[in-house]
């Protein structure tokens, strides 16, 4: 016969350890026991509130377990007509959606952001809401209670998503400074690639988001019309599709002044690492790093590869024409 000894470790070392891992110990055991037994009770709980499936169990543990009550989980997305991609979101999305549409013809993205902000008068201020570009945005996998921690994990009570380019041009200048003081407010890594504000996913509490949008519903531009179309007049009409991203910017610039200067507490942060959104607009000086060695750019007649799009910083769609569905084009 032969013997073999083997020696039990009291503790896995260090680098054994890992969050996902299943195991219990005393203090474990004593919270479990406590939750077990709350559990037991609600199984035999009066029919008018139970009993509740293992599903319901499932989704109140986890929702128990957040740092904040949450009242209701919704995606909501501004559509002025149908796109594929909803049905994208509606099926693969984490949480249920929520299309918003204005009566009348498409006059930019300001209909967005009064949709959103008449949206919000009917959300609960415990409820958790994440906004999304409607046809340019596809969910990425992870389930509802990963994004609720990810979203947690910030500790703000809104999360903005964020890109390479300050975008449009007219906040640039305030916007730089503001990126420059942005980590010293906890507002989000200012020497990230991606440090600038994107309108297409904003995720936060109802009574934050708000907030929000009444500041840039009370501030915003177009409140006078006349001088918001002389404007669109001198630097292009797109600027009215970017509209809700420049009041955004603007409602930004002016929080982050208002937290330096200790006359509010901060609510919003940026998600700079992308935890949550990711964004696939580069600048182009980024491209080595994060492209390596793709060679992208649309070429021309004469062979000459160019890149345009109306922001500061040449920008590449480079994908095939056949992987789009083209259904109007007009200047």
């Known amino acids: 016969a032969v013997e073999c000894q083997v020696q039990l470790l009291q503790k896995p070392p260090p680098s054994a350890e ?12 004593a919270v479990s026991d406590s939750i077990s037994g709350l559990l037991e009770a609600w199984r035999h709980a009066p029919s008018s509130i139970g009993p509740l499936s293992e599903r319901e169990f499932w989704q109140a543990l986890n929702f128990g377990n957040y740092p904040r009550r949450i009242t209701g989980v919704t995606i909501a997305v501004y559509a002025n007509k149908f796109h594929k991609n909803l049905e994208l979101l509606q099926t693969h999305g984490p949480f249920k959606v929520q299309i918003i549409r204005q009566e009348g013809e498409w006059k930019g993205t300001l209909d967005k952001l009064i949709g959103y902000w008449s949206y919000l008068k009917t959300v609960d201020d415990e409820a958790v809401v994440c906004f999304l570009d409607a046809f340019d945005v596809m969910p990425n996998g992870f389930d509802g209670h990963e994004l609720l921690r990810r979203f947690f994990s910030f500790g703000s009570p809104v999360v903005v998503s964020a890109e390479e380019n300050i975008f449009p041009r007219e906040v640039k200048e305030a916007a730089e400074t503001t990126i420059e003081v942005m980590s010293s407010l906890g507002m989000g890594n ?23 949008y009444n500041d840039m519903r009370l501030n ?4 006078d019309p006349k001088m918001l179309m002389a404007h669109s007049d001198i630097v292009g009409h797109w600027f009215l599709h970017a509209y809700d991203q420049y009041e955004l910017w603007r409602y930004f610039i002016r929080h982050a002044q208002a937290v330096e200067e200790q006359r509010e507490t901060r609510i ?10 990711g964004s696939t607009v580069f600048q182009k000086e980024n491209w080595p790093d994060i492209l390596a060695d793709v060679d992208g750019g649309v070429r021309t007649k004469e062979g000459k590869k160019e890149h345009s799009i109306d922001v500061d910083v040449p920008l590449v769609f480079d994908a095939p024409l056949s992987a789009f569905e083209v259904i109007g084009c007009h200047a």
């Open 268 to 277: 919003m942060v940026l998600d700079t690492e992308q935890l949550i959104f």
């Open 18 to 29: 890992r969050w996902e891992e299943t195991w219990v110990d005393a203090r474990v055991r």
């Open 190 to 212: 200012a020497s990230a690639a991606s440090r600038y504000v994107n309108a297409g996913g904003i995720i936060g509490m109802g009574w934050a988001l708000k907030q929000i």
């Open 220 to 223: 915003m531009a177009a409140n």
